[in-house]
């Protein structure tokens, strides 16, 4: 976490980006693998923080969480062909 930390912010987030980039642009199984990392991520800062975030803001944060979880699903699960 140190080390995170001491890196510009910059980098972390273009490292982000990166990752739901591939998310995005990938074939279905790889795209699904780099949301899953998304959301590990999300999860590891929502544990980091969790006591000092006030109701609201964990709210949001469970609802970033279980959106990237949703979206890794549905880019793992192989499509109906249509």
Do not use: C, D, K, Y
Not at 14 to 21: T, Y
Not at 45 to 62: A, C, D, G, Q, V
Request: no cysteine.
């Amino acid at each position: 976490m140190e080390r995170l930390n001491s890196l510009p912010r910059a980098v972390s987030l273009v490292a982000l980006l990166a990752v739901l980039a591939v998310g995005l642009i990938a074939p279905r199984p790889f795209g699904g693998l780099a949301f899953l990392l998304v959301t590990i991520f999300v999860g590891w800062l929502l544990f980091l923080t969790w006591p000092r975030l006030s109701m609201p803001e964990r709210m949001m944060r469970i609802a970033v969480l279980v959106l990237t979880l949703a979206v890794a699903v549905v880019r793992m699960v192989p499509g109906t062909g249509s």
